[in-house]
């Protein structure tokens, strides 16, 4: 082995001690889903059998069903929406641009730093007066624009050729067709990684929905979880099953599209 | 005249209706036409939903919990506080208010610094070149951030209870003697948080910092080797100064989500013990919707997050900006 090689051990070292410990909790949590609450609480490191039957005494003991069906639902809806509403108006800023549109973008960016914790609760009051508490529609509306996705947009908007969108109009193609037929198919990326960001952040949400969803007939994935972990009796292979449940789609979806985030995080920061 | 390539200018002089718009050249003020007028409430109608929604969901509310903090009452009975400021005096006297905001603070010095540099050093290591098996680094380093707040919150809660994962292991491998409460002291409880923390959002921030490195030029790396730098001089004196605007994001964002964090001190400690572990955001939700909501309090509460948020990035950015 060379000496720049055997420089290079502790680089690789580190990286699997960073890998191991990013991975392990992960692990251990779909190795518990597999075995009895004993054996959780005895940590067991290998998979079990008990799997099938964790996953009885979950869906016996908690409205499983319900709670992915008002997860999935508030997470789709609130994406597609999303990646409507902020490409169309991040499209806009760019290539519509003026002055006053930039003054406008100003001021919505501002709108990040605005913690939810000072909209919470007059939010809150605004959807009871309106007599919404429980609602999809007060659970999904305050995470569908968000001026971080139109910035992304924006950013993304730069590089599409001016050109194009010229051609199309002296073709006798109005603007919503040059925006949905001929931008957005190029797009990809940019929908894919807001996308996945706007997908990861609804279905994990917790705390506006926590507020605003009194009834526990509503609740979602994430409530059901916590509620499980105040109830009085809990079996920690279902509950770590129930973890397991929840963390699957986020992870396929991350797994799957994560090139496209990374050239999405990339074009946002240049 | 469908030529898609002909240049903007050209088609401005010869067809004025065409060109008046997308003038390369921003500052330059070019006569609205019909057209051009059309286009650009095209331009807002496009944008006018989104802006509205964001105006209703953040402005507005921000603007409405200034109002509502200068009112007492409990529930929906509110009526206008005497003095107005009552609810802010009351935050100086709230030991509850000191308490979890001083462990907020706590775990905002402790972790964010730990995190950003892990995550700078980590970002390097898969930015060098001689690496190899690059994707799997990266997305196994990555993956935590696939997981939703309150499930690897209750993971953490598991792996660190009295009869958890962590004791199992740390009495197999001889450090320790006898199993240590981890979630019933101060001390450790604060610690697991923080740990949790570092797990979650390590490799998020490493994604922005990856990204960032590979956008830097490679002649600046090139010409301070010539020039007879080092492998960290380089880094410190070519790489950091490029690196300034997403480390400073990176910084902003981290330091804003500190301050609103709720998931992990709700599930993985629930506040305890006495408190100690409680964020002022999950302070403020307690106040908010537990036993009698008290919103005029609530409400001065998340002003006081606000202005913090806002003093602290401003403080970063001034940092940030400044000159060497």
Known sequence: MTKTQLRRIPA???????????????????????????????????PGSHLVENFQTLVDSQPLWSALYHSSVNAILTTLL??????????????????????????????????????????????AQLGMVNSTFAVIVPLIATP???????????TFPHEIIEAARLDGLGEVSIFSRIYLPTMKPTLAAAGVITFLFSWNNFLW??????????????MLLSNMRAGYVTDYG???????????????????????FAEGVTGAIK | ??????????????????????????????????????????????????????????????????????????????????????????????????????????????????????????????????????????????LPCAVGLVSYALVFRQIFATDGLANDLLIKFGLLDDNVNWLGQTGTARMVIILGLLWRWTGYNMIFFLAALQNIDRSTLEAARVDG????????????????????????????????????????????????????SHYLYNVSFRNSPNFGYAAAISYAILIIVAVLAAIQMKVGDKRD
């Open chain 1, 82 to 127: 999303a990646l409507i509403l902020c490409s169309i108006a991040g499209y806009a800023f760019e290539i519509y641009h003026s002055r006053a549109k930039d003054a406008v973008m100003g001021i919505l960016l501002l709108a990040i730093m605005i913690p939810f914790a000072a909209t919470m609760i007059p939010l809150f009051r605004l959807f």
């Open chain 1, 12 to 46: 690789y070292a580190f990286l699997s001690l960073a890998v191991f410990l990013s991975v392990f909790p992960l692990y251990f949590m779909a190795v518990s889903a597999t075995n009895t609450s004993n054996e959780v609480v005895a940590s067991k490191l290998l």
């Open chain 2, 1 to 142: 005249m469908s030529a898609p390539t002909a240049p903007t200018e050209d088609r401005a002089s010869s067809a004025p209706p065409d060109g008046t718009k997308q003038s390369p050249d921003r500052s330059k003020r070019v006569p609205l036409s019909a057209i051009a007028r059309r286009r650009s409430l095209t331009g807002w109608a496009f944008i006018i939903p989104a802006a509205a929604l964001i105006v209703l969901v953040n402005f507005w509310p921000m603007i409405q919990a200034l109002f509502l903090s200068l009112q007492t009452g409990r529930g929906t009975r509110l009526t206008w506080a005497e003095p107005l400021w009552l609810n802010y005096q009351r935050l100086f006297e709230d030991e509850t208010f000191r308490l979890t905001m001083s462990t907020t603070f706590i775990y905002l010095i402790v972790q964010v610094p730990i995190m950003l540099i892990l995550a700078m050093v980590l970002a390097n290591l898969l930015n060098a070149p001689w690496l190899r098996f690059k994707g799997f680094w990266r997305t196994a380093i990555f």
């Open chain 2, 229 to 280: 730098a080092n492998g960290f001089k380089t880094f410190w004196y070519v790489t950091m100064p490029q690196l300034k605007p997403i480390i400073l994001l990176c910084a902003i964002l981290s330091t804003n989500g500190t301050l609103q964090m709720f998931d992990e001190s709700f599930n993985l400690t629930n506040g305890g013990p006495g408190n100690t572990t409680m964020t002022v």
């Open chain 1, 238 to 260: 279902s509950l770590m099953l129930a973890v397991f449940i929840v963390s699957v789609p986020t992870m396929v979806v991350f797994l799957l599209l994560q090139r496209h």
């Open chain 1, 209 to 222: 929905p926590k507020v605003i969803l009194v009834d526990n007939a509503y609740q979602t994935l994430p």
């Open chain 1, 148 to 158: 971080f996705l139109i910035l992304l947009f924006r950013q993304a908007s730069r």
